[in-house]
């Protein structure tokens, strides 16, 4: 079982930056392949950047490309997504998530094994 929590969010004008946190515990998040998904109100959750267990090949949805970085630190058992150039769309509660093994480029949900309760991120323009 793992347990992630995440921190970080807030309120940041438009072309601000945020850096999220997602910290793992229970057991190490090193073997799992790690997301950050969002959700608007009233709007479904959706893909937003993954990065697999060994920290290759980052992956970003590319509303967000160019502006989000995703990395990890697996010696902290933490995984971060930096935030620059945030837009008022960009306004969500963020979350993090773990799946064993799913590869970075899988943008879906359902194979995503842990997830955290998110943290809000709201972009004032």
């Known amino acids: 079982q793992v347990q992630l929590v995440e921190s970080g969010g807030g309120l940041v004008q438009a072309g601000g930056s945020l850096r999220l946190s997602c910290a793992a515990s229970?057991?190490?998040?090193?073997?799992?392949?790690m997301g950050w998904f969002r959700q608007a109100p009233g709007k479904e959750r959706e893909f937003v950047a993954a990065i697999t267990w060994s920290g290759d090949n980052p992956y970003y949805a590319e509303s967000v490309t160019g502006r989000f970085t995703i990395s990890r630190d697996n010696a902290k058992n933490t995984l971060y997504l930096q935030m620059n150039s945030l837009k008022p769309e960009d306004t969500a509660v963020y979350f993090c998530?773990?799946?064993?093994?799913?590869?970075?480029?899988?943008?879906?949900?359902?194979?995503?094994?842990?997830w955290g309760q998110g943290t809000q991120v709201t972009v004032s323009s």
């Open positions: 998530a773990a799946g064993y093994r799913i590869g970075s480029y899988y943008t879906g949900s359902s194979r995503y094994d842990y």
């Open positions: 229970g057991r190490t998040m090193s073997p799992y392949d």
